[in-house]
């Protein structure tokens, strides 16, 4: 009797996995609306390709890359986690299939995830130092609040280099 209810437990537990799969339909959800602001954000910058200075397009370019490593990230996410800890994707026949799907463990998605944070952060600080000196800038100047997002970054480039060691000690020492 008692193993009875241990694996009616397991297997509810087991089952439990499936609460995720409205999280990541959430994320899909997520991923339109970056669609959308990208597209908005190239139809703002685009008309003014003409009259932008070198300064401007590096700016405009640089805000398209940030909402594409940001998709990257959440395709990442959504494909790594849902395989990760709900269900294997049935789409091994499909030559679209990016070839890291299925490889991606719990540690490569925490990289994978750090990296792309620390991409996300330092393109926003690099924009940041760009507009420094502009004449008209959208947002004024703040030292403060630049030096803050330069130690943010850097807590960002630190987690990520100490999460990465972590990841190699244990690899390292499951293997001895």
Known sequence: MNSSIEGRLERGLFAARWLMAPMYLGLVVALAMLVVVFIRETAYYAPQVLVMTSEDAILAILTLIDLTLAANLLLIVLFSGYETFVSKLDI???QDRPA??????FSGLKL????????????????????????????????????WMVVIHITFVISGVLL???DW????????
């Open 92 to 94: 091994a026949e499909n």
């Open 100 to 105: 890291w799907m299925g490889t991606v463990d």
């Open 112 to 147: 994978k995830l750090v990296a792309s944070i620390v991409a996300i952060s330092g393109i926003s600080l690099l924009k940041r130092f760009m507009e420094i000196g502009e004449v008209n800038p959208e947002v004024p100047f703040d030292p403060t609040q630049l030096r």
């Open 164 to 166: 990465a060691l972590m």
């Open 169 to 176: 000690l244990t690899a390292r020492s499951a293997k001895g």
